[in-house]
C-alpha cells in the first residue's frame, strides 16, 4: 500500500512537472516562426510540443516549485503561460515584421488586390506572402528552432518557474513598436518610388490634360515594383536577419 501510494505521488508529481513545462513552451512552440506556421499541421506542432516538454523534464534541467494545494498549482501555470506568451510574441515579431513590410510593398506598386495563401490568419497580399514564407525558410536553414529550444532550456535559470517578475511588458511594447517602424523601413525604397511615380504622372497630367496617364502608368509602376523586388529582396532579407536578434531580445 505505501508502495503504490509513493509511486501514485511520483507519477503525480511527473505529470504536474511536464504540464508545467507546457504551460510556458506552448505559445513558444504554436508562435515560433516556421514551426508556428498555420499550414504546418497541428497534430505535428503538438507531438513537437509533447516530445521536448517530456525530453525537458526527463532532463532535470527543472526544478519545480513547491505546490501546497491546488490552486497554487493553477496559478504557477498561469504565470508560466503568461512568460510563454511573452517569448512567443516576441518570436513571432521577427515574421510580423516581414508581413508588415510586403503588405506596404503591396499597397504602393498595386500588388494590394493578389491575395495568396492564408499563412497567418487570414489571406495576406502576396508580397507579404513572399516575404513571411522567405524569412521562415531562411530562419529554418539557418538552424534558428535549434537555437531557440536550446535558448529556452537556459531561461530557466534566468526566469525561474512561478517567477513572472522576469519578464519586462515595456521591453515587449518598445520591440512591437520597434519593429514597426523597422518594417516600414524596409518598404521604404518602394514607398520612394511610388512618390516619385505619382510625381511625375501629375507633371505629365498638367501638361497633357487629354491623356489617359493612368493607362501607361499603371503597367509601369507594377512593372517597376516586381523588378526593384527582385534585386532588393535578398538585400532585405539579411538586413532583417541582422535587426531581429535585437528586437526578440532573449535569444
Do not use: K
Request: with cysteine; net charge neutral.
Amino acid at each position: 500500500m505505501t508502495q503504490s501510494m509513493l509511486l501514485t505521488a511520483e507519477l503525480s508529481g511527473w505529470i504536474a512537472l511536464i504540464m508545467i513545462i507546457m504551460a510556458r513552451l506552448s505559445f513558444v512552440v504554436f508562435l515560433m516562426p516556421g514551426i508556428g506556421e498555420q499550414t504546418v499541421p497541428v497534430r505535428a506542432r503538438i507531438g513537437l510540443l509533447i516530445a521536448f516538454a517530456t525530453a525537458l523534464a526527463a532532463a532535470n534541467v527543472i526544478t519545480p516549485p513547491v505546490m501546497d494545494s491546488l490552486p497554487g498549482f493553477f496559478l504557477i501555470l498561469g504565470v508560466e503561460a503568461t512568460v510563454g506568451l511573452f517569448l512567443g510574441v516576441l518570436l513571432r515579431l521577427s515574421i510580423w515584421i516581414l508581413s508588415i513590410t510586403g503588405t506596404l510593398i503591396a499597397q504602393v506598386v498595386g500588388f494590394s488586390q493578389m491575395l495568396g495563401i492564408a499563412l497567418e490568419t487570414e489571406a495576406q497580399a502576396i508580397t507579404a506572402n513572399i516575404m513571411a514564407m522567405a524569412g521562415a525558410a531562411l530562419l529554418l536553414t539557418m538552424d534558428y528552432h535549434v537555437s531557440v529550444f536550446v535558448r529556452f532550456t537556459q531561461l530557466y535559470s534566468e526566469i525561474p518557474v512561478g517567477m513572472i517578475s522576469g519578464i519586462d511588458p515595456m521591453f515587449l511594447a518598445r520591440s512591437a513598436f520597434g519593429g514597426f517602424a523597422f518594417g516600414v523601413l524596409l518598404a521604404w525604397p518602394f514607398v520612394a518610388v511610388n512618390l516619385l511615380y505619382n510625381i511625375c504622372l501629375g507633371f505629365i497630367n498638367r501638361a497633357l490634360p487629354s491623356l489617359m496617364v493612368a493607362f501607361v502608368g499603371a503597367p509601369f509602376i507594377v512593372g517597376a515594383g516586381m523588378l526593384l523586388l527582385a534585386v532588393s529582396v535578398s538585400t532585405i532579407l539579411m538586413v532583417w536577419m541582422d535587426r531581429i536578434p535585437s528586437l526578440i531580445g532573449w535569444l
